[in-house]
């Protein structure tokens, strides 16, 4: 039998002293929950859940307990203080709209309006936190900005990382400040006229996911194993719940106004409804606004023909531009030639808005060895072409103004077994790459490594703040011409035309 949809998993209060709490374990013999230094029995359900209401107020701490011995956090949990390895705590959303701030609503996303900022919380400011982004915000929404894109923030081992290797998916990471504080930015976001998306991570479980395991039967084999490791099994609803009632939670409870999936690609279901099917239209009967944007293969068109998701990042473009402007053939981009016609296709694909496009991501610039960012003047050629085109535009942090920091892969790994796995895993990704030894690639799990990722920011680019004035005020239709010889390619817009030099790397705009 399946789990009802309206059956929150997880921990919920209930007023009065009481709470809920509700788990999916289907290989237990017995489950409890110990708040505090009381423990409580939970009655197994049909589906595979056990549930009970027990004496219990926000604040309180507690860990399942698997067939009398074993205590685990919540695998559903909301906050987890004390990192990945501490106790859950039980959260009380509804203050985040009472007391000291009231939450505003969003803006509205329109995706024929949408430019995107990605942004790493840990890295955009000096403090490292939700609070450490908030007093950009306004000069970011008079750059032309209309949402940020917060890489995920779900808790992962340590106190520094990308995110993608989150084991709590529901529940903000400790380092950042919380679930208050996350609350906060997305509240001043909006005040500020910003809508916040967020990347979420469905496609894997971080390293270090024992926890899991005594649950239930959150992995298979039988689709082989992901690049990441073994594939989450989404013909278990439990598993398919603990997802998709994770992106319900982020457009409900903390009001952000739409969801980048990561690596949807790597997401396999055989179930009569896609799992990625499920999520879109429940995320959007939660929150009608709500933006589902999914990075994906190349040419997969899957989200938008099938999915039901409003948008989906466009990679090729950015791989066209790029060994255009450096020549490079290494890894993804060994099936791109370097011409002008490849970058032409890619601006002649129609219904751009729905495409998301970018001269640098958080993937182009870290996922390089030494995570070096594009020089000056080719950034600046890359930006022209994508803030011109009429797809959605992304901007990555720092790029406005040049940032030359890099933006390296970092992590912080309390297991010392995955941590020696990550460093030497990182060395063996680029041992085949020309141009550099494996010992140019940043140790992953040093301290020096995050920090020199840190942003130091300026004023932005002229150029980048008028093209995003243009934006508003140019028709979409979009004229590509160009000319391989001479390497140059001319787009039109309206009356606006740029002309874009590849062999000399300038950028003139008319």
């Known amino acids: 039998m399946p789990i009802a949809t309206t059956a929150p998993l997880g921990a919920r209060l209930l007023g009065s002293g009481l709470a809920e709490f509700r788990v999916w374990a289907p290989l237990a013999r017995s489950v409890g929950v110990r708040v505090g230094e009381h423990a409580h029995a939970l009655v197994e359900e049909e589906d595979g859940c056990w549930a009970a209401e027990v004496p219990a107020s926000a604040g309180d701490d507690y ?11 919540d695998p559903c949990s909301r906050w987890q203080p004390q990192g990945v390895r501490g106790s859950s705590r039980l959260l009380d959303t509804a203050t985040f709209g009472s007391g000291s701030f009231e939450l505003a609503p969003g803006p509205g996303l329109e995706l024929d309006e949408l430019v995107i900022y990605e942004l790493h919380v840990g890295t955009f400011s000096r403090e490292g936190t939700f609070g450490g982004v908030v007093p950009r915000l306004a000069e970011l929404r008079e750059l032309g900005v209309t949402a940020l894109e917060l890489m995920p923030v779900a808790t992962f081992p340590g106190r520094r990382g990308w995110g993608y290797d989150g084991l709590y998916p529901s529940a903000p990471h400790p380092a950042y400040g919380g679930p208050a504080e996350l609350a906060r930015l997305v509240d001043a976001a909006h005040r500020a006229g910003l809508g916040v998306l967020l990347d979420v991570v469905y496609n894997h479980i971080g390293p270090g996911n024992e926890a899991l395991r005594g649950f239930g039967p959150y992995f298979t084999s039988r689709f082989g194993e992901s690049p990441w490791g073994e594939a989450l099994d989404y013909g278990e609803r439990g598993v398919r719940e603990r997802a998709i009632q994770d992106a319900e939670l982020w457009v409900r409870d903390y009001r952000f106004d739409g969801l980048r999936l990561d690596a949807v690609h790597a997401i396999e279901d055989d179930s009569p409804e896609h799992v990625l099917a499920e999520l879109a239209r429940r995320i959007h009967s939660a929150a009608p606004r709500a933006l589902v944007i999914s990075e994906m293969g190349l040419d997969d068109l899957r989200p938008l023909r099938d999915w039901g998701h409003d948008a989906m990042w466009l990679d090729s473009l950015h791989h066209a531009l790029h060994v255009a402007l450096t020549g490079e053939r290494d890894g993804y981009y060994a099936s791109f030639d370097g011409s002008l016609a490849a970058i032409a296709r890619e601006l002649s694909r129609p219904d751009g808005s729905r495409f998301v496009v970018c001269a640098q991501n958080h993937d182009q610039v870290g996922n390089r060895a030494t995570g070096d960012r594009l020089p000056a003047a080719k950034l600046r050629l890359a930006q022209a072409v994508v803030l011109f085109s009429p797809f959605t535009p992304l901007l990555f942090q720092g790029e406005e103004y040049g940032e030359t920091a890099p933006f390296q892969f970092f992590t912080d790994h309390i297991d010392p077994s995955i941590a020696a796995a990550t460093r030497d895993g990182r060395r063996r990704e680029f041992a085949h790459f020309t141009g550099f030894s494996v010992f140019d690639v940043p140790d992953p799990q040093a301290l020096e490594t995050f920090e020199r990722s840190k942003l130091a920011p300026r004023p932005a680019d002229g150029l980048v703040a008028r093209l995003l004035q243009l934006r508003r005020e140019l028709p979409r239709r979009l004229e590509v ?13 309206g009356n606006a035309t740029l002309r874009a030099d590849f062999a000399n790397e300038t950028v003139e705009l008319t």
């Open 63 to 73: 860990r399942f307990v698997l067939d009398g011995r074993d205590e685990w956090p």
């Open 481 to 493: 011409r160009f000319d391989e010889h001479t390497r140059t390619l001319e787009l039109r817009r």
